[in-house]
């Protein structure tokens, strides 16, 4: 494939899985272990916010030691090919210190903090150094207590509308380890034109979870990666 294709990744936590990142619905995943609900839902900040404070504080302290992989090196590599946009539902900033230059961050970062009262109010929007736990009464720049820039479970998509257009528009789409459990971010599958070449790397079976026209490259992000490329190079 000689030509410059503009290629759109769609990624969850199963890229950043072999990187030490737990994911949240596999065996160990951190929803078998914590309640979603109380952890990271809005619901949950209201109601304690110091155990969503200190879920997150130990989410920030695991990704500072974290270092991404060869999945997310690949795929910023790739640029030097192709036009590639990265979709991830992670929040963690993996692919950006791998070098990938355009990613959206469908669910919030955590390198970054915000208000508590308008989550995306942009003057609140800051880094925030992952090794320093955020407590109550930080306050944000609005005066509010400061929280996570993440979107909770009750809260919206920012980017999502973005999202679904870049899809729709990409030459090639690829999916890497996300269960496609999650609304609205699982239905960007749906998304993409029926007549490119759409591939799935993830480990599990995907039966029945999946419009037509996915190859499933059923391994581990690491060296389902690599299958991916000679898929590519076939086209
Ligand atoms: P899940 O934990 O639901 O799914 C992880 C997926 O990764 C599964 O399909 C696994 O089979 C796959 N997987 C596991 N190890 C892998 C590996 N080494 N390589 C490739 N794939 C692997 O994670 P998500 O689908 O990302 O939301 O979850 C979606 C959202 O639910 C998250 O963004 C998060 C969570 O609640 C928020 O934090 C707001």
Redesign the pocket.
């Known amino acids: 494939m000689r030509v410059r294709q503009n290629i759109v990744v769609f ?5 950043s ?2 990187s030490g990142i737990s ?4 065996k160990d ?3 078998e272990n914590y309640d ?1 609900m109380r952890l ?1 839902s809005i619901d949950g900040f209201r109601e304690d916010p110091e155990a969503v404070l200190e879920f997150y504080n130990e989410r920030r302290w695991q990704l500072f030691d974290a270092k991404p992989n060869h ?1 997310h090196y690949a795929l910023s590599e790739l640029e030097k090919q192709h036009d590639v946009t990265i979709i991830t ?3 963690d900033d993996l692919h950006e210190r791998a070098g990938s230059s355009k990613v959206i961050h ?3 970062e955590l390198t970054k903090v915000t208000s508590s009262r308008d989550r995306e109010d942009d003057r609140c929007i800051k880094y925030y150094p992952l090794n320093l736990p955020i407590y109550i009464g930080h306050k944000a720049d609005d005066g509010s207590q400061l929280r996570p820039y ?4 009750g809260e919206e998509l920012r980017y999502i509308e973005e999202a679904r257009q870049l899809v729709e528009s990409a030459d090639i789409f690829v999916v ?7 609304y609205p ?2 239905g960007l599958v749906g998304y993409a034109r029926h007549d490119i070449p759409k591939f799935i ?4 079976d ?1 039966e029945g979870k999946l419009p037509e026209g996915y190859l499933h490259i059923k ?4 060296e ?1 990666i690599d299958i991916l490329l000679e898929e590519l190079k076939k086209l």
């Open positions: 990624t969850g936590a199963g890229i899985a072999e994911t949240f619905r596999d995943g951190l929803w979603a990271a999945a539902q992670n929040v469908l669910h919030g993440i979107v909770w479970f890497i380890g996300t269960s496609l459990v999650v971010a699982a790397v993830d480990p599990s995907m391994a581990k992000a690491v389902g």
